[in-house]
């Protein structure tokens, strides 16, 4: 269903549930002991990516047809969102660089598992967007507030509002994602942004992304952080050997 493997500082995340990824509660179950998995090994990066056609389409709709009308259904509904959002705020909060490699579709609850990565990735061919209003919903597992944070509230109101789904040219372009690959150079431009991430340093990584997420966070100060933050990695072993082999070249 969701497997994970580690190579030199990089752990690939690798969903697989045909046909197309849909979240049930085992698939919950599983995120969450791969999270834990991450947690436990410390890679430098995270490389999300799914093995079908479709990155992840998102809650499995069976799964969701059956809270309607049934006894229960509705705190069943909340409890599983609330699942969505546990996972999620893991992913987002993860100490290290977090990328979702985005070839297929990605809807729903699969493109708010994405928006919780620090990078995304997309092929041309891929089609994201979050019509859960055709549904009757609302994309209600951070969607609204990750995308309107990242994109702006105009972007979030265009594909939340319309419903409209669009490819990976036009997400690289309303900043969505960060890069746009086409197919047969994806997995070359995956491997390739992976490894120089994985090549600086971890601590100043997991801080700077901490500095971000600050920056995002009306009840933190991000600018006291940025202050502060140097003061600890300046007395570690490692940023002292980063700044002598920095420098080394020129002392000769």
């Not at 987002?92 to 620090?118: F, N, Q």
């Not at 939340?160 to 040219?169: A, M, P, S």
């Not at 006291?224 to 420098?247: N, S, W």
Request: one cysteine or more.
């Amino acid at each position: 269903m969701i497997s994970l493997t580690q190579r030199e500082g990089i752990a690939t995340v690798l969903l697989s549930r045909p046909p197309v990824n849909a979240m049930d509660t085992a698939f919950v179950a599983r995120f969450t002991e791969i999270l834990d998995e991450i947690e436990r090994l410390k890679p430098t990066v995270v490389v999300l990516r799914s093995d079908q056609k479709c990155f992840c389409a998102g809650a499995d709709l069976a799964m969701i047809g059956s809270f309607f009308g049934a006894s229960g259904g509705t705190a069943a509904m909340i409890d599983y969102v609330k699942s969505l959002h546990r996972i999620f705020d893991c992913l987002e909060a993860l100490p290290a660089v977090t990328i979702a490699v985005i070839a297929g579709a990605a809807m729903g609850g699969g493109l708010e598992m994405a928006l919780a990565c620090d990078l995304r990735i997309t092929a041309p061919a891929a089609k994201v967007g979050l019509p859960e209003a055709r549904v009757g919903m609302i994309p209600g597992a951070g969607g609204t507030q990750r995308l309107a944070r990242l994109c702006g509230q105009g972007v979030a109101s265009r594909l939340i509002l319309t419903g409209e789904l669009i490819d990976g040219r036009e997400a690289e372009r309303l900043g969505l994602a960060q890069w746009c690959i086409e197919a047969d150079a994806l997995d070359a431009a995956v491997a390739a942004i992976a490894t120089r991430t994985a090549g600086l340093s971890r601590q100043a990584l997991i801080a700077s992304k901490a500095c971000i997420l600050a920056g995002l966070d009306p009840e933190k100060d991000g600018y006291a952080m940025e202050i502060a933050v140097p003061e600890t990695l300046m007395e570690t072993e490692e940023a002292r050997a980063r700044v002598a082999q920095f420098f080394a070249p020129r002392q000769k």
